[in-house]
Nanobody, 125 residues
Framework: QVQLQESGPGLVRPSQTLSLTCTVSGGSITTDYNYWNWIRQPPGKGLEWMGAIFRSGSTYYSPSLKSRTSISRDTSKNQFTLQLRSVTPEDAAVYYC?????????????????WGQGTQVTVSS
């Protein structure tokens, strides 16, 4: 059974780069037709899809975040990573990684995806 676990700093200063890692166990990030997604939920708001990486290494980003976001992977560690540049307090959220069987909508991922537990990120000086 595939499991995902997010890790990274809980506190980031404004203007810095947020880096989070998702470690996958029970399955490889380079096999099957899986997309590996990053999603966040700011306090009091809904889930926001940020981007994804496919088994081939191809990446896909939300248009609203594309200029500040990078997703990469380390296949030797079975991990994929999110970098969000120039963070502001509006980027404070619970950040999740999730697997989807294909390139799916946020609604599908919420219902049928495999999720990590999430990690809280605060942006403050």
């Amino acid at each position: 059974q595939v499991q995902l676990q997010e890790s990274g700093p809980g506190l980031v200063r404004p203007s810095q780069t947020l880096s989070l890692t998702c470690t996958v166990s029970g399955g490889s990030i380079t096999t099957d037709y899986n997309y590996w997604n990053w999603i966040r939920q700011p306090p009091g708001k809904g889930l926001e899809w940020m981007g994804a990486i496919f088994r081939s290494g191809s990446t896909y980003y939300s248009p609203s975040l594309k200029s500040r976001t990078s997703i990469s992977r380390d296949t030797s560690k079975n991990q994929f990573t999110l970098q969000l540049r120039s963070v502001t307090p509006e980027d404070a959220a619970v950040y999740y990684c999730a697997r989807s069987n294909g390139f799916k909508t946020m609604g599908w991922i919420r219902e049928y995806g495999t999720w990590g537990q999430g990690t809280q990120v605060t942006v403050s000086s």
